[in-house]
């Protein structure tokens, strides 16, 4: 999607939406400012980011082991286990179940994979009504667009917006207040709960040697979808897996305090399988897909394979400079902020995205906000250097770093420079700043002050110095 | 694609036998910190407590059954709901509450129908300390949907099924686990459902409950 637009485009346009920029600044300083004080009060954070950091990095090593493992237990119990190199053969395995079981309705919980392979899009197509149930999926599917933050999808849009969504949608008499939504919003889906066919959830953490599925969710959504309808089908990027049950209890404490700043998520399922011989209740029928979909291109690639550990908090969109200033849609990929403009390039693996790993700082604040300490700013500068060595970068850019070279290897050479440019900036140096917008320099001072050169260099300061004390 | 050719696809970018298995790993589970904490059945308790209040749980204290089966009676008293659902006879209940189901003419799951109820009555398997957290191991009666439909949970529990960590009630779960797997599904619940996502604003029953009321009965660490 928006493969035809730049992310400068598009970050113009979040740039002009002031209501836009106000609720991500809100949201992103309320989340980031929970966090620390959570983190703080649960104490030794570097302790646990360094064991959420081992356990990731072990586990991705011996990926093959630990899915075959988990595959395995699933199957004993029943479950379908299907493994898709890309999203066709993802949505294949989905046409199939639609067909088998005739399916009207599917309800969904948040799933990051879903979006990446477009299923909704694909479900509409096949003539199966699709009902997104997190409150802020359900939002943004209402009006048509997608999520603009990993964790809280409709932070773009005003309470006036989603009553308007809602009135219709069937909501009568409705207000603005948060109550009366919510009201309508649990009426209008509990309905489609107990009338879907197939309930479709995504992966927090699948456990290898128990073969169970670890959902999170604050408002409960994702269980009622596991267990309402008669089928559950969930989808895994296959590098969701924990080792052990007793692993998993770590992720238990690093994914909500750096995704919201809560000391521990609301409701945590563990599903190991399909309802069993005696169960009232709980789907009769369970898969689960799991998808590489670019995944493995990334596996024994020192400089990337880390990108794999990353447990989708969105810690580092709450940190992100950039994320802050442009929301989550301009980056136009599903994946949105630091580890979005990391992974998009890498998942697509084509010319789509390449853009992405330049709206970054550099600054590392993704890097100190990971849980599990993914080096996401050296990625970003790795992806540059592949652009530049995959399309021999821009010629004006190029002619500039060559001149620098030349220049700034000889230190003669270094002081003509600064003496010309001294001579030069005569004219627009006021007060020790340059306001004027000329030439290359217009990109910097159109919004700023440009720090003009000083009246000396510290070399001819030095040198004159050295004259005085030996004249005293 | 085919289970093993996508298996060996990863194991040959890692440069492994595939399916070969991983040596010895030094670090499984939580940091030794954690994993070392002693604490008392007292501290466990109040921890337990103070979090699951903290979370907008709600905690009934009940310093006997014929306490907690009064506490039980008052809180539907208030509620006076019109319909009351429950696990079946013969789930885990960790406290005989059948006189105050009955009285309230609770409807059974495996016997009635449950997906309309507006209380639902549970035990639960364990309380959590560290995170305020009930643990739910659902099957054969002890339905999972009759704590998630309605609009408020009443779960019955006693003070010996806190533990904490949520290490240790997933470590007592593998111990009981039937022949040699899990229940298929094990609920853990802090609070009642919750959201965010209409401009920041905090809201609760969303999807689930939005009241999770626990009747805590007093016993010493050893249980009944």
Known sequence: MNTKSSVRDRAKVALGDDFLRGAVHFTTDRLRNRKQAVTEDFGHWEAWRDRGEAIRRHTIEHLDFYLAQFADNLERLGAHVHFCADAREALDVVTDIVHTKAARRVVKSKSMVTEEIHLNHHLEELGVEVVETDLGEYIVQLAGETPSHIIIPAIHKTREQIKALFEADGGENLTTETRDLVAFARRRLREMYLTADIGITGCNFAIADTGSIALFTNEGNADLVANLPKTHIVFMGMERILPTLADLEVFAHLLPKSATGQNTITYLSLITGPRRAGDGDGPEEMHVVILDNGRSRQLGDPDFQAVLHCIRCGACLNVCPVYRQIGGHAYGSVYPGPIGAVLSPLLEGGEAYQDLPYASSLCGACYEACPVKIPLHDMLVKERQQFVAKTGGKTGEKAAFAAYRVTFADHRRYLGAIRLARRLQGGFAKGGVIRAKIGPLAGWTDRRDFPALGQQTFREWWMERKRGTRRG | ?224
């Not at chain 2, 109040?46 to 009064?70: K, N, P, Y």
């Not at chain 2, 309309?116 to 364990?126: K, L």
């Not at chain 2, 040699?180 to 802090?190: D, R, T």
């Open chain 2, 1 to 224: 694609m085919d289970k093993t050719a996508f298996l060996a696809n990863i194991a040959s970018r890692l440069g492994r036998p595939p399916g070969s298995a991983p040596g010895r790993r030094d670090a499984i589970g939580v940091p030794d910190f954690w994993a070392h904490r002693r604490t008392s059945h007292e501290e466990r308790v109040a921890t337990f407590c103070a979090r699951f209040q903290a979370l907008a749980g709600e905690i009934v204290r009940c310093d006997s059954e014929a306490a907690l089966l009064a506490a039980l009676d008052e809180a539907l008293k208030a509620l006076n709901p019109p319909s009351v659902g429950a696990w079946g006879k013969h789930a885990p209940w960790p406290v005989n509450v059948e006189k105050v189901l009955e009285k309230w003419g609770a409807r059974r799951f495996g016997e009635q129908p449950v997906l309309d109820i507006d209380v639902g009555i549970t035990g639960a398997s364990f309380g959590v300390a560290d995170t305020g957290t009930i643990v739910l191991a659902c099957g054969d009666a002890a339905g999972r949907t009759v704590h998630q439909v309605p609009l408020v949970h009443l779960v019955v529990m006693r003070e010996s099924q806190v533990v904490q960590s949520l290490g240790d009630a997933m470590a007592r779960l593998r111990e009981v686990a039937p022949i040699g797997h899990l229940p298929a599904y094990v609920h853990f619940i802090s609070g009642p459902s919750r959201s965010s996502d209409i401009e920041n604003d905090q809201t609760i029953g969303v999807h689930g409950p939005a009241r999770v009321i626990c009747f805590l009965l007093q016993d010493s660490a050893d249980g009944p």
